[in-house]
Nanobody, 126 residues
Framework: EVQLQASGGGLVQPGGSLRLSCVAS????????MSWFRQASGEGPEWVSS????????AYADSVKGRFTTSRDNAENTLYLQMNSLKPEDTAVYYC???????????????????WGQGTLVTVSS
């Protein structure tokens, strides 16, 4: 059974940091591009970041560039998102997603992904 289990969310003050994790099982993790999406209340999903299969290349949405860093540990089947300098507008449910054979033009398209996790809630508030 395919599973993507996201964790690490919580309540943090503006300017603070959180580290999200996503542990994968049931598929060959190293063959998949991994991404983070987020969905704020009343809004559609927003692409946040992606990392290539071997972890050498990553991409970020303009809204998080310079503040967030994604990484992966293929030996542990785990994806990470380090979030620094958090803002209230970062408040959302964060989802990890996996895609095989993803092309650059489809990186931010939710329907391009094969597997999705259940998400973890990040709340940035004072």
């Amino acid at each position: 059974e395919v599973q993507l289990q996201a964790s690490g969310g919580g309540l943090v003050q503006p300017g603070g940091s959180l580290r999200l994790s996503c542990v994968a099982s049931g598929f060959t993790f190293s063959n998949y591009t991994m991404s983070w999406f987020r969905q704020a209340s009343g809004e559609g999903p927003e692409w946040v970041s992606s990392i290539a299969r071997v972890g050498g290349t990553a991409a970020y949405a303009d809204s998080v560039k310079g503040r967030f860093t994604t990484s992966r540990d293929n030996a542990e089947n785990t994806l990470y998102l380090q979030m620094n300098s958090l803002k209230p507008e970062d408040t959302a449910v964060y989802y990890c997603a996996a895609a095989a054979g993803l092309i650059l033009s489809s990186i931010g398209v939710p329907s391009s992904y094969d597997y999705w996790g259940q998400g973890t809630l990040v709340t940035v508030s004072s």
